[in-house]
Each structure stands twice: as structure tokens, then as C-alpha cells.
């Protein structure tokens, strides 16, 4: 069945990997922008819809979330799951690369692991072939 | 002096408060953590449900696939449960902190949905599959 990806579903999981963290990004910035919002400031909340890069955040993350809908369509969700961590990696490495940050060994070590669980899962069929799952696939157990 | 003069009563107390947030704490951590793995798993079941997009596209336009996706009950109970994890983890965070909660939820949250994918959706989480979801789980806790 559908055991290897198109160059369009790896277009896929790769929006699913950058807009995850782009998304929280822009986000985490604006609502810095927009100030601390908590019980009593709820009114901050709508003048946050005004904020350029909430919008963006809002946007990306409403990406993200459609990009991880079309990826399950047509793949496992243990074979997504890595490609939803590696979100953590690129943050790791945009924050190392572009901001200078200084990442510790331990988090070296994890940047390591999400990419080796990527490539044990990479390498494997991305839907599993079963005669129940099948009837599902075709819409009869809807 | 009046700091010290307070500390015996304070540490007579500390255990028991300690125990308690610390199941706070916990509970909280853990349904945070099934709320993102019964949305997780519920939408991966509903769009095995609504089949391959590309091809319901091809079919029945792009509007056509979105309606096949917003008509999907499963789908549907899914994002909404996703939608209160949202609004539960910003409770949960305000209750324990950021340095427990957040790596505790990634990982329990990434075993939970292989655990529940093997025996809710009947995926074949081979070995492979099992090391990934532990590299996950372990590189997330050691990235956060």
C-alpha cells in the first residue's frame, strides 16, 4: 500500500516540522508586544488579535495544524510523531545558529536522539497494512 | 533572625505540602497528558476514517475535502479535546513549573500515543518504531 512518501508528502512533514515553531515564535513575540495577559487583563486578548506578529503566530500554527491533518491521512501517527518532535530541533538549532545561544552538551544530545528516532522511522513503511484498517481506509467503518 | 525564628513550624508543614502539590501536580501532568493523547489519536482515527486527501481532493475539489474533514465526528471530538489540552497546559503550567511540566507532558504524552496507537488504531509499532518513541520521549525531556 502506501509504504513509500511523494516529493508532495515530504513537502508535507516539512511544514509540519518549520511551522510548528515559527508559529509558537511570532507568537511568543507578540504577546510579549501585547504585555502579560491573566484573569483581570482579558481585555488584552482582543487587542493581541491586532498584533502583526500574533496574526502571523495565529496563521502559521492554523498551518501547522492542517499540515499535520493531511500528513495523518495518509500516515501512521507514530510514523508523524518525530516529524511533530523535530520541531524541538530546529528550535534547538534556529536559537544555536541565528541567536547565538549556547546549547549544552545534554541539549546536543537530544537534538541527537530526535533525529536518530526520525531516521528509525523514516525508514520504515509509513501506514501500516491491515484488513480492518483498510475498511477504514475505504471509508466502511466510517 | 525572625526568618529562623519561623522555619521550625514551616519545616514541620513542608512534607505534607510538599506531598500534596506534588500530587497536584502530577494529576494535573497526567490529564493534560490524556487529553493530548485521546485528540491525537482521535483525529489520526478520523482521517484514516475520511481516507488519503490528496485523493479526496482530487475527487471532490478542495472544499469537498475540507467538508470531509469538518464532517468527521471522530475528527471533530478529537480537535476539540486538542483545543481544551490548549487551554488545560496553560493551567497546568500556571500550578507546577515550567521545568517539570513541560518535558513531563512531552514525554508522557509521546509513549501515551504509541501505546494507544498500537491498541486503539492497530498500527504495527515494530521495534523501530518503539526505539523512536523512546528517543522521542528522552530527547524531548533533555531539549525543553
Known amino acids: 500500500m502506501k509504504h513509500t512518501l511523494k516529493p508532495s508528502q515530504y513537502a508535507v512533514l516539512l511544514s509540519v516540522i518549520i511551522t510548528a515553531p515559527a508559529g509558537d515564535a511570532l507568537l511568543a513575540r507578540g504577546m510579549r508586544q501585547v504585555g502579560e495577559v491573566d484573569l483581570h487583563h482579558l481585555g488584552l486578548l482582543w487587542h493581541a488579535l491586532f498584533n502583526p506578529y500574533v496574526d502571523g503566530g495565529i496563521l502559521l500554527l492554523m498551518g501547522f495544524f492542517a499540515a499535520y491533518t493531511v500528513a495523518l491521512s495518509w500516515a501512521d501517527l507514530t510514523f508523524v510523531m518525530p516529524a511533530t518532535a523535530s520541531s524541538y530541533v530546529v528550535i534547538a538549532l534556529l536559537g544555536h545558529f541565528l541567536l547565538h545561544e549556547t546549547l549544552s552538551p545534554s541539549r546536543w544530545a537530544g537534538v541527537l536522539l530526535i533525529v536518530c528516532a526520525v531516521g528509525f522511522v523514516a525508514g520504515g513503511p509509513s501506514r501500516t497494512e491491515h484488513p480492518a484498517l483498510d475498511a477504514m481506509d475505504s471509508g466502511a467503518a466510517l | ?144
Not at chain 2, 505534607?16 to 483525529?43: D, K, N, P, R, Y
Not at chain 2, 476539540?80 to 514525554?107: K, R, V, Y
Request: aromatic share 8%.
Open chain 2, 1 to 144: 533572625m525572625s526568618l529562623l525564628a519561623a522555619s521550625p513550624p514551616a519545616m514541620a508543614t513542608a512534607p505534607v505540602f510538599v506531598a500534596a502539590s506534588a500530587l497536584a501536580a502530577w494529576s494535573a501532568i497526567t490529564f493534560v497528558s490524556v487529553l493530548a493523547i485521546v485528540g491525537e489519536v482521535m483525529i489520526a482515527a478520523g482521517m484514516r476514517q475520511v481516507g488519503d486527501l490528496d485523493e479526496v481532493r482530487a475527487q471532490s475539489g478542495l472544499p469537498g475535502a475540507i467538508r470531509a474533514v469538518l464532517t468527521n465526528a471522530t475528527f471533530v471530538i478529537g480537535a476539540l479535546c486538542m483545543a481544551l489540552n490548549f487551554f488545560a497546559m496553560l493551567f497546568a503550567l500556571s500550578m507546577t513549573q515550567l521545568s517539570l511540566a513541560g518535558p513531563a507532558i512531552g514525554a508522557l504524552t509521546y509513549v501515551g500515543n504509541a501505546v494507544a496507537a498500537k491498541f486503539f488504531l492497530h498500527e504495527n509499532v515494530d521495534h523501530r518504531r518503539w526505539l523512536a518513541t523512546v528517543f522521542v520521549a528522552v530527547g524531548v525531556v533533555l531539549l525543553r
